[in-house]
């Protein structure tokens, strides 16, 4: 059973930087595309980022485009994600998944695509 856990949210000001982590415990030999989606209060969850496991290949949002960096890191079996210049607008709850299956090209960009969900961790930028 794949299982994830978000950390690194945190209360921040504009401008500033905050990098979120999360660890994935489960993962067998398949094949993996990780996201990171978040969810503001009264809005739907929306797409942030995505990484494939194996190849590293990535895509981002327009919103955040230039702003987020996501990465992996195979041996601590973790997804990052890097965010720079902090708008009061990417204040949110922030979520891992991981989608198992063969790499689909684009990455998967609908919550719908992904299988595995972790619980959040809360990101709070004030202006």
């Known amino acids: 059973q794949v299982q994830l856990a978000e950390s690194g949210g945190g209360l921040v000001q504009a401008g500033e930087s905050l990098r979120l982590s999360c660890t994935i415990s489960?993962?067998?030999?398949?094949?993996?595309?990780m996201g990171w989606f978040r969810q503001a209060p009264r809005k739907e969850r929306e797409f942030v980022a995505a990484?494939?496991?194996?190849?590293?290949?990535?895509d981002y949002s327009n919103s955040v485009d230039g702003r987020v960096a996501i990465s992996r890191d195979h041996a601590k079996s973790a997804v990052l994600l890097q965010m720079d210049g902090l708008k009061p607008e990417d204040t949110a709850l922030y979520y891992c998944?991981?989608?198992?299956?063969?790499?689909?090209?684009?990455?998967?960009?609908?919550?719908?695509?992904?299988?595995?969900w972790g619980q959040g961790t809360q990101v709070t930028v004030s202006s």
């Open positions: 998944a991981v989608r198992s299956g063969p790499f689909v090209d684009p990455l998967p960009r609908s919550a719908r695509q992904y299988h595995y």
């Open positions: 489960g993962l067998t030999s398949g094949s993996y595309i």
């Open positions: 990484i494939g496991w194996g190849n590293g290949r990535a």
